[in-house]
């Protein structure tokens, strides 16, 4: 089955304490990207990457990190978490061919940074 | 800059009514429009897309949207609500080289029986 997923769907963590949110997509996308969604926001891209080794921030990255070191996965790293970035995280892939191709989310991690 | 502005954060409507949720957008150049739906505790799923030809779109469930360049809208219509129905309502713009989706600030429609 085609899909985006991310481990793990909830965590509650303290400030400072480091954490990784994992992604994968097993559709051989090229394209995938980190949002943020918190309520009265929308959905905010926080970084994005092109292809295996090309990332670039988008609107909201400041307090995070990722990496792109193989085609299906796309971490992104809180190195010293706070309380403001507690929210709903989701990350999307997509193919790059062409015009416009759906990009498929996964099913979302809610993040509480106490 | 592009942007889309969803100018009702709640939609209170009882069953089997008609609703309209509003969007609308900024852009300079082309359009690719789209609408999600995000149920309660889930993901994002897409209800439908407006990438060109008709500006009338069908979506699941029932829900219609209507592209209007004039007026650089695109709302989302049911003529008759459920109660499955109840959830948060999102319209994007795609945001052409960044390949990114640029949201709205979301619609929750409560159905009411």
């Known amino acids: 089955e085609a899909q985006v997923t991310q481990n793990p769907r909830y965590l509650i963590t303290v400030t400072g304490k480091k954490l990784t949110v994992t992604c994968s997509q097993n559709m051989n996308h090229e394209y995938m990207s980190w949002y943020r969604q918190d309520p009265g926001l929308g959905l905010r891209q926080i970084y994005y990457s092109m292809n295996v080794e090309v990332t670039d921030k988008g609107d909201v990255p400041e307090g995070y990190k990722v990496s792109r070191k193989e085609k299906r996965n796309f971490p992104l790293i809180l190195e010293s978490p706070s309380p403001n970035q507690t929210s709903l995280y989701f990350c999307a892939s997509n193919n790059l061919a062409g015009t416009y191709n759906e990009q498929f989310f996964g099913p979302g991690t809610r993040l509480t940074v106490l | 800059a592009q942007s889309v502005t969803q100018l009702d954060s709640q939609v209170p409507v009882f069953e089997e009514a008609p609703v309209e949720l509003r969007c609308n957008y900024s852009?300079?150049?082309?359009?690719?429009l789209f609408w999600y739906v995000q149920y309660p505790n889930q993901g994002l799923q897409l209800l439908l897309k407006?990438?060109?030809?008709?500006?009338l779109v069908k979506g699941i469930n029932g829900f219609e949207a209507e592209f209007n360049k004039s007026q650089t809208s695109f709302h989302l219509r049911k003529p008759s609500v459920h109660i499955s129905d109840t959830a948060e309502y999102f319209c994007a713009l795609y945001g052409g080289a960044t390949n990114k989706l640029i949201f709205g600030t979301g619609t929750l429609l409560a159905v009411q029986p």
């Open positions: 407006y990438l060109s030809g008709s500006t």
């Open positions: 852009s300079s150049v082309s359009v690719y």
